[in-house]
């Protein structure tokens, strides 16, 4: 029975990622090209809050309750872009970091190499 609600979750997880909307929009602000975005995105969360404070005016001038449902999916998508925002922040300053590291290794290498020297060997020891 585990192993089957295990599978389930997996492959609703799949589908969601695969096919919602906010999902698609969250995978690609996380690639390399789309972390500068990161920031601006979070204010795509002000509709969706926008929305769900209508949806419950109309709600309690006596609208349908299954409506609470919209207002829960709404909060929930303006959550996703709102904590977005600073982790695509952070990855984007450590994949800068990364970037600038491999940068000057390649310009002292090459630096070395038009020198005529040996090239820089790092060597460990252990102990």
């Known amino acids: 029975m585990l192993r089957l609600l295990w599978n389930l ?3 609703v ?3 969601l990622r695969t096919y919602m909307p906010t999902n698609i ?3 690609a602000l996380r690639t390399r090209r789309g972390l500068k975005w990161g920031v601006p995105a979070m204010l795509i969360a002000v509709p969706y809050l926008l929305g769900a404070w209508l949806l419950t005016v109309w ?3 006596g609208g349908p309750g299954w409506l609470n ?3 829960l999916l709404f909060i929930w998508n303006a959550l996703k872009f709102l904590l977005n925002g600073p ?3 952070v990855i984007l300053i450590r994949a800068r970091l990364a970037e600038r590291r491999a940068r000057q290794l390649d310009e002292r290498e090459s ?3 038009a020198a005529g020297g040996d090239l820089p060997v790092l060597t460990a020891t252990r102990i």
């Open 59 to 61: 709600i309690a001038d």
């Open 69 to 71: 449902l919209l207002v």
């Open 87 to 89: 982790i695509t922040l």
């Open 111 to 113: 630096a070395a190499y």
């Open 13 to 15: 997880r799949l589908f």
């Open 9 to 11: 979750s997996i492959r």
């Open 25 to 27: 929009l969250l995978n």
